[in-house]
């Protein structure tokens, strides 16, 4: 009887790495590209306008004397404006780009884009006016939800964006609350969160402190969970809902800021680039958002993912050039 020789012990390490390698690939194919489950939301939030009822004039009695009696026909109230309609607080006039590294204006959106510097860091602000809420939009790599990965310039690029900014991620999690331009994708709440009414309200929350189900009634059109919340009743929050590395270090940032209804802003901290940039602890980025005016600001996904891109340039210097995201923030286009 014949006995096979035994592999020699340099294949069996070899084979073993081939095999780890290819589970390896399915386990990035799977998680990361293919991403199985439903692409569909779970809902689409639409909010109910009542419009208040117009006036009907005053009926006038004739008198029984000969008396002249004059109608004074009741004057006809202005519209109230639909809910996500800024145009009454919508600047007009020549764009003040001053200073600025871009600049965009049309009838309904305006972008002024300005470059900061402290002593450990060099961030962009992009400044954001919009008539309509419709304009504040939101994209997912591959165009739908768990769609894989892609860079922000070229989900940006497929929309037709004219603004974009990496998003929260929201591809990288199976938890955390997940609406997109009115429709609600997941329903599991983690981590604090930042809501966009329809209203043109931004507001962020404390993970313990969130309800969806209020959020829903209220009309939420975008919401993120990533965090943390930037901005507590004005000031840095006396703590985060991160860990302490995240917390302290120096590092590329994302951020959005709200300043009022049909105003904001996207901030992008360049990092770990040594002399150019180290980027910002967390309690610099907050301090940053409060000078800024922000009322109230978000923590996005950063690190390499910090991306801001602009008529399809890359604004500023990214961490190792950027990397591919699940999803970004953007403005104009056709998301």
């Not at 306008?49 to 029984?64: D, F, G, K, L, W």
């Not at 860091?121 to 006016?129: K, P, Q, S």
């Not at 901005?231 to 590329?252: C, F, H, L, M, W």
Request: a negative charge; hydrophobic letters at 35%.
């Amino acid at each position: 009887m014949q006995h096979k020789k035994p592999l020699p012990g340099i294949l069996v390490i070899l084979l073993d790495l081939l095999g780890i390698g290819a589970a390896l690939g399915i386990f990035y194919l799977f998680t990361f590209v293919i991403q199985p489950g439903d692409h569909q939301p779970l809902k689409s939030i639409m909010a109910t306008v009542t419009q208040s009822p117009t006036p009907t004039p005053a009926q006038t009695t004739p008198a029984a004397t000969a008396t002249l009696v004059v109608n004074t026909p009741t004057p006809t109230p202005s519209p109230t404006p639909a809910p996500g309609d800024f145009s009454a607080t919508f600047p007009t006039g020549t764009l003040d780009t001053t200073g600025s590294v871009g600049s965009y204006a049309d009838d309904n959106l305006r972008i002024v884009i300005t470059e900061h510097h402290t002593d450990y860091a060099v961030y962009y602000v992009a400044d954001v006016w919009v008539r309509n809420i419709q304009s504040f939009q939101t994209a997912f790599a591959n165009g739908k939800f768990r769609g894989g990965y892609a860079m922000p310039s070229d989900t940006a690029s497929k929309v037709g964006a004219i603004l974009a900014i990496t998003g929260d991620s929201c591809g990288s999690s199976n938890e955390g609350i997940v609406i997109r331009n009115g429709d609600l994708y997941r329903d599991t709440v983690a981590d604090d969160v930042c809501i966009l009414y329809q209203d043109g309200t931004m507001e962020s929350y404390y993970e313990a402190d969130f309800n969806l189900d209020a959020a829903v009634a209220r009309g939420a059109y975008q919401g993120w969970s990533f965090g943390p919340k930037l901005i507590d009743n004005g000031a840095i929050p006396e703590n985060y809902n991160s860990t302490d590395v995240i917390i302290k270090d120096r590092a590329p940032r994302s951020a959005i800021g709200y300043y009022e209804p049909g105003h904001y802003c996207l901030v992008s901290v360049d990092g770990r680039q040594g002399s150019y940039s180290e980027g910002m602890s967390l309690n610099e980025l907050s301090q940053a958002m409060i000078d800024l005016g922000c009322k109230d600001a978000y923590n996005l996904d950063g690190g390499q993912s910090s991306m801001l891109v602009f008529q399809g340039d890359i604004i500023g210097k990214p961490y190792k050039g950027g990397r591919s995201v699940s999803d970004i923030i953007c403005f104009g286009g056709n998301a």
